[in-house]
């Protein structure tokens, strides 16, 4: 299944773009801010993001893949998103996905932003001495080291979508804009789907730290 | 900068948190769940000792389990591949106001998981994916019902044909058994795949579509025979000899370049046929052979010697009578009109007796054809007016399904044909 998923990422073109000097977040190494976030752009159900035809630009991919180009450093593939409602008791929800690091050092996600949510951050499910599990913000964001995978999945680390502001319907697709430490962005079209689990973070209190 | 817990240790504290999770993640003080989630990890990983810190990768499956047949494709497998020895038929109600977008969605969901189970391949959000390993050839074939396209706003899309079948005099429908706005046909080779498919498409869809019925059936445990071999029916009977033949009979199997957007896609006519075992008991072997016109040793023709031998319909005993009675099943199913031909691809089914029954067994009967009106229905009439059979059998249920046209990687089933 990696090996198709390789392919498909090979097959479509550059989605990722490198530091520009001039493009005013490109700098940053910490979290988008909202303005920032806002100035992505609307994202519409069932569409794919910037590039949009009818039907999607990701069709040609196949569900929850990611545009990489050849030699595409970080490599995205089984990207999917819980459904979730905007008028949810906790319009909150994850995103998960595997993380392919194809080059020879470290690469670090530090950031993440979707305009289907007011804020995005980049979390950890960790549990305390009694047990008990509680999700926090991930300092420093996923480093996954070279060559290796790192798997985002439900009860463990994931991209947390909170104060939605659209609805996200199973057989739909959402777009999430990974940023790496060094400020190149992938963009990732994460399907939706109904799940029954990864309900832990709606009984929480919706703070970043919850 | 590394985090605690980092992908390559399995047994660390990402597992144990898992174990968490699937237990609720709700907040429980004490030891007691930290030795609950102490055994969970233990069980997650496979290997009870802590030493162990690799789990060993899955053994490859054993003989069949990894054969696959594939998904993608000008036309659906399922229909005229080779038949997996096991089938769950699901037939499902969609909701009311299902729509356009409903119906794109919900095809959406249901062709990633599909295309990935029939391939060992583990779908988006599947929380059991090691019953995904071992696919044994799983096929799941997609198709709708005449109401699906009223729900979805599409019945400008509906082929002509797709309507259910007129009564038949024979017929003792349960509605139970009847319809469908949705079926999902899967058959393989192995029935712990098939329960995860069944659970897999079951949940994904559920949001749109709940199940109506549910015919499992089963043709023999690979293996046992060789491969190729007809199967038998719960009458002893060997059954679906005379099939037509893929390729040069397509235009029989499958719906053509007239039917526009439909073709490539074809019928499918599920008809649950019960038998009285009881009364076929009481039936000696002789007259069991008269009744088919074949016989039960290896499925010959009366008329010949071996299975796929064409009967002589008009070979007469010493004394006169034609050696196939002209009231044998074989007889009355053969039609002067070549189009008049079905697709069959049927299953047993053994059920538990209703209460005071000794048993409640019979044929899932399942036939493609590009036209179920002019091909099916002719035949299931002649049969209803006069077949000896009759008097063992009876239909409790009937549907009928469109079969979408198959698609390519990237697209999802019925994208191009319902304009969706």
Known sequence: MLANSAQRGAQTRARSTSRFANRPFARATTVLSIAALAALGACSPGTAGDDTHPGGTNHTQGEGQTASPDGAPLVVTDAWAKAVQMDAEHPMTGVFMKLSNRTDEPLTVASAASSAAKMVELHETVADENGSTTMQKVEGGFTIAPGADRVLEPGGEHVMLMGMTQDLIAGDEVEVVLTLADGTEIRVTAAVRDFAGAKEEYSHEETSEH | MTLPGN?????????????????????????????????????????????????????????????????????????TTVAGTQLALLAFDVDEGLGRDGARRLLRVLTEITSKLTQGQVPLADTEPEMVTSPARLTATIGLGERFFTRASIVENKPAWLRQLPAYRIDQLQDRWNGGDLVVSLSGDDDLTIAHARRAVTRAIARWARPRWVQRGFQGARGARPDGTTMRNLMGQVDGTANPTPGPDDQVIWCGPEQGVWANGTSMVVRRIAMNLETWDEVDRVAREDVMGRTLHNGAPLTGTEEHDEPDFEAKSPIGFPVIAPYSHIRRARSDNPHERIYRRAYNYDDDPEPGELSNSGLVFVSYQADPMTQYHPLQARLAELDSLNEWTTPIGSAVFAVLPGCADGEYLGERVLGL
């Open chain 2, 7 to 79: 992908q390559d240790n399995p047994v660390s504290r990402r597992s144990v948190l898992k174990a968490g999770s699937i237990v609720g993640g709700t907040v429980v003080a004490g030891g007691a769940l930290g030795g609950v989630i102490a055994a969970l990890s233990r069980g997650l990983t496979e290997h009870p000792s802590p030493a162990n810190v690799t789990a060993a990768p899955a053994e490859a499956p054993l003989a069949f389990g990894s054969e696959t047949l594939p998904f993608y494709g000008a036309r659906q497998s399922g229909v």
